[in-house]
């Protein structure tokens, strides 16, 4: 009773192999990547100003119920990106250090800034 059937040990290997197939490789995995998320709601980017370090990915949801804004670097000197509406979302990754102000387009008063560091 005790002994596997030739079909129950090439079933248990089936699954042994499957298993090992849907698990990720540890020692040769990349590093996940890093995303930081920034709402924007009530007229404005919470957080406004957010430190991250470089590599990462910010992420802005548009949380409003009617309004559309957008994400712009303008002191870069991108050109005006399209709206994002209720639900949409725009991300970034930052490779370099520095500031990166931004601001909404259609709504000057609001402000962000992202301080990436070297780590």
């Not at 079909?7 to 990720?24: D, E």
Request: glycine fraction near 8%.
């Amino acid at each position: 009773m005790g002994r596997l059937s030739n079909f129950g040990f090439s079933r248990l290997l089936v699954l042994a192999g499957i298993l090992c197939l849907a698990l990720p490789s540890f020692a040769g995995s990349p590093e996940p990547e890093k995303v930081v998320e920034v709402t924007i709601y009530k007229m404005r980017f919470d957080p406004a100003e957010i430190t991250i370090e470089k590599g990462t990915t910010v992420r802005w949801i548009n949380k409003e119920k009617r309004q559309y804004h957008n994400v712009w670097f303008e002191a870069l000197g991108e050109e005006e990106p399209d709206y994002l509406f209720p639900g949409d979302v725009y991300e970034r990754r930052f490779d370099e250090a520095g500031d990166f102000p931004y601001r909404c387009g259609p709504h000057e008063e609001m402000r962000g800034i992202v301080h990436v560091r070297d780590e």
